[in-house]
């Protein structure tokens, strides 16, 4: 059974309180002869006459054999050039540059993903054991425009922009490919149903980029550039312009970049300002001379950008690591409020349509596992956001803190606490650990208030 674990959520403020919530490099080299070896090429077939009619000429006697020919010796000389016994072969023709070379001068952030960066270049590193093994992943929009659902600080999900995803990498013929797992359907491990899942529902490429080294020697792990697996419109930033003003934005690679990075030991963290362009700005197309005819819909472009033809959208791509002890799920109950995860699991004949919902919860466990009352092993822990005016900070806290005694009614001693984001705070709240409640600046009133969450 997949465990549903949650990891960050967020809530959102809105209107005037607008806020928001190895590689083995397979050398292939030819194999020629060696020069005691060679044999000489057979001749030319003879031409055929291009007179019409002609009879073509016969081929040549073949030269008598040599008198007295010398004995080929025991053992063959070398072939010149050839490489010392256990050397390494040279790399062949295309294949990757030795890892050394490629990050020569660069500098390490080690981490979950290792990243390495020099001038405007920056390189991941996996590992052969981190191949084929999920992780999560969550894309975030950390700077947006302020309109029309493009609003900084809001949360990926299926349905925007972003999102979250049980993610993978793969080696695929010299690229390495980024997959999103496809979790929805299960089914019981090793059984029949299991295979027969896996090859109905297919995974999503959410990006790819090429090996970008060999393996390095000592840990086998290879290098990708972050730049060719980021640089995409992998949030489907360009979906929700368009369906937002009919206008068709599409991703400018050219003028994208990552604006920095980071990594600890539990994950690693990619700030990207994603750059958005359309050719011309509409025009309304004229109206019929018809009398009494419906004039033609028209979608006007941004009001809110100095030139319509170009945006800015910043993205946080978080790649976290997984929890070695996953939680145990827990059915969800349609009497209860709460999000739900569906899953629809083909080893269950209860149902004609065996869908579960799992409900969407906080890891919650009592540091005194036998006293009535206690405080949690590790808090629920909100952050308010340093752009959050003063002003209403305390009484948003207090306001959080009011579910404490709810808490207290299932045996939790102060379940929730509340820490405030420094104004110099060297991290964003957009990054996957981080739960939190955001202020949002945006053109015209919009909501009262969004709470998406990630798990």
């Not at 999503?204 to 640089?231: C, F, Q, Y």
């Not at 919650?364 to 003063?390: A, Q, R, W």
């Not at 404490?404 to 964003?428: C, H, L, M, S, W």
Request: hydrophobic share 40%; charged share 20%; net charge positive.
């Amino acid at each position: 059974m997949t465990a549903i674990t949650p990891t960050r959520s967020a809530a959102t403020m809105g209107a005037i309180l607008a806020a928001s919530f190895t590689f083995i490099v397979s050398a292939c080299a030819t194999l020629q002869p060696a020069v005691g070896d060679a044999k000489p090429a057979p001749p030319p077939p003879p031409a055929a006459s291009a007179m019409p009619g002609s009879t073509p000429p016969a081929a040549a006697p073949s030269a008598p054999p040599a008198a007295n020919a010398p004995a080929a010796p025991a053992t063959r000389p070398a072939a010149p050039n050839a490489a010392a016994p256990g050397a390494p072969p040279p790399p062949a023709a295309g294949s990757p540059r030795p890892f050394a070379e490629v990050i020569k001068d660069a500098k390490q952030l080690p981490g979950f993903f290792p990243i390495w960066q020099k001038d405007d270049r920056t390189w991941i590193e996996v590992a052969p054991e981190q191949m084929d093994k999920p992780f999560f992943l969550s894309i975030n929009m950390s700077r947006g425009i302020g309109e029309r659902g493009l609003f900084a600080g809001t949360m990926g999900a299926w349905y925007t922009i972003g999102g979250e995803y049980v993610g993978q990498f793969r080696k695929a013929a010299g690229n390495l490919h980024l997959l999103a797992k496809n979790t929805t359907f299960i089914a019981r491990a090793g059984s029949p149903e299991e295979r027969a899942v896996k090859n109905s529902f297919s995974d999503s490429l959410l990006g790819s980029a090429p090996i970008a080294s060999a393996p390095h020697p000592e840990r086998k792990s290879i290098l990708i550039d972050a730049n060719a697996l980021l640089m995409t419109d992998m949030p489907r930033a360009s979906y929700v312009i368009e369906r937002a003003y009919r206008n068709s934005f599409h991703f400018d690679a050219r003028n994208s970049f990552i604006q920095s990075a980071k990594a600890d030991n539990e994950r690693t963290v990619f700030d990207v300002t994603a750059h958005y362009a359309q050719p011309r700005i509409p025009v309304p197309a004229p109206s019929s001379p018809m009398p009494g005819a419906t004039p033609p819909p028209f979608y006007p472009p941004p009001i809110v950008l100095e030139d319509p033809r170009s945006l800015f959208l910043g993205f946080l791509y978080t790649f976290s690591k997984l929890p070695d002890n996953p939680m145990r799920p827990r059915l969800a109950d349609s009497r209860i409020g709460h999000f739900g995860t569906a899953k629809v699991n083909f080893s269950d004949d209860s149902k004609f349509l065996p869908v579960r919902w799992y409900v969407q919860r906080w890891r919650m466990e009592k540091k005194e596992p036998n006293t009535d009352v206690s405080e949690p092993v590790k808090p629920i822990t909100f952050y308010l956001g340093n752009e959050i005016p003063e002003k209403y900070r305390e009484p948003i806290r207090q306001g959080i803190l009011e579910w404490n005694k709810g808490f207290e009614r299932i045996g939790f001693k102060n379940a929730i606490v509340v820490k405030q984001q420094p104004d110099d705070a060297d991290y964003d709240l957009g990054e996957t650990q981080y739960s939190s409640v955001r202020w949002m600046a945006t053109a015209t009133p919009s909501f009262g208030a969004i709470g998406p969450s990630q798990v």
